[in-house]
């Protein structure tokens, strides 16, 4: 068996990268990280829970991969690029049938965003990941949430309500052909983070939030620190191609409260539309325009037709009663 200082020696422990903004890794009793000059530094935390965030034996590459993942998308949220993180792990044990393919997938999408493992700690108890991230953003450049105003666009980055899809296929809460599952399934798995939109909307977008928990609820999130309200289209909803195909229903509860999409939801004046475009396309990111941002408090749902519709919404709360 691998003694916990022979497992982060082999599995968490590299070299630093040439230009990397650590000036100490792993190794001492803190690492040491030099902020590009003039800019701010992001600081998140997430922490995924085996039979909380993921099930008991699920694939160790794809949880490397969306533990990191989740992180990153909340730099993206803010605007900011990464640079480094911790990772915080407790493991019922030290199998390396697990940390092997565990550190792959984690330090594979790590390498893809040039976002150093500086540090961490490693314990024994149920499997417990927890990664804190740090980003830079220019001074005053972060998108906040707190910064929408009524006139502003609405936008939406990729498709939402596919993950959630997957989650229901999984669970058997609806019944979904082999094929349609596959295809969802990397939604709910292996989520891509759009550091490179929140890079290109500074300076462009007002607020921003990733959505984490469903689209009307983190919206909503957005709406409360601002200090206004909304009107969404739900015609206009992004739907991945899997969850286009499902009843109306369905397709709009997935896609306005499903969690796990990672997309990022953000306002914009309607005088920056181009610039927006021109980050989508920047980015290789689509974007979809789903409605506006009002002076009047609350989340409003209409359809294409400008009906209104009455939506019961909820964003996932873990502490709700069930
Ligand atoms: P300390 O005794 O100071 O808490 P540890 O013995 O826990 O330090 O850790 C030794 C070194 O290994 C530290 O630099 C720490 O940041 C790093 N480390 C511990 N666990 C991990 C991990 N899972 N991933 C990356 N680095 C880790
Ligand atoms: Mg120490």
């Known amino acids: 068996m691998l003694s916990e200082f022979d497992l982060i020696a082999r599995y968490f422990t590299r070299p630093l990268r040439a230009g990397s903004s650590a000036a100490l890794g792993v190794g001492d009793d803190c690492a ?14 997430d922490m995924l829970v085996e039979g909380r965030h993921f099930f008991a034996g699920a694939d160790p590459y794809q949880l490397g991969h969306k533990c990191l993942a989740v992180n990153l998308s909340d730099l993206a949220a803010m605007g900011a690029r990464p640079l480094a993180f911790t990772l915080a792990l407790s493991l019922p044990d030290a199998d390396e049938n697990w940390l092997a393919p565990f550190s792959q997938g984690l330090l594979t999408l790590a390498d893809a965003y040039q976002c150093e493992l500086i540090g961490g700690d490693t314990t024994k108890g149920p499997r417990n990941i927890c990664i804190t991230i740090f980003g830079a953003v ?14 502003d666009d609405i936008w939406v980055s990729g498709s939402v309500g596919e993950a959630r899809l997957a989650l229901a296929g999984m669970r058997e809460e609806i019944k979904l052909d082999e094929t349609t599952l596959q295809a969802a399934s990397p939604r709910l798995h292996s989520p891509t983070p759009r550091v490179a939109l929140g890079l290109a909307l500074k300076g462009i977008a007002r607020a921003a939030i990733d959505i984490s928990d469903g689209l009307a609820g983190d919206l909503g999130h957005i709406l409360e620190s601002s200090a206004v309200g909304a009107t969404v289209d739900v ?85 709700a009663p069930s």
């Open 32 to 45: 040491l990280l030099t902020p590009p000059a003039g800019m701010q530094l992001a600081i998140s935390s």
């Open 138 to 151: 220019t001074a005053e450049q972060a998108l906040r949430r707190d910064a929408a105003k009524a006139g």
């Open 235 to 319: 015609d206009a909803l992004p739907f991945g191609p899997m969850l286009a195909k499902q009843p109306e229903d369905l397709r709009r509860r997935f896609a306005l409260t499903g969690g796990d999409d990672y997309e990022l939801c953000f306002s914009a004046a309607p005088a920056e539309r181009d610039a927006v475009l021109a980050a989508a396309t920047a980015s290789g990111t689509p974007l979809t325009r789903i409605g506006t941002i009002e002076s009047v408090p609350g989340l409003r749902f209409i359809d294409a037709a400008g009906a209104s519709i009455d939506f019961p919404y909820a964003s996932f709360d873990h502490f």
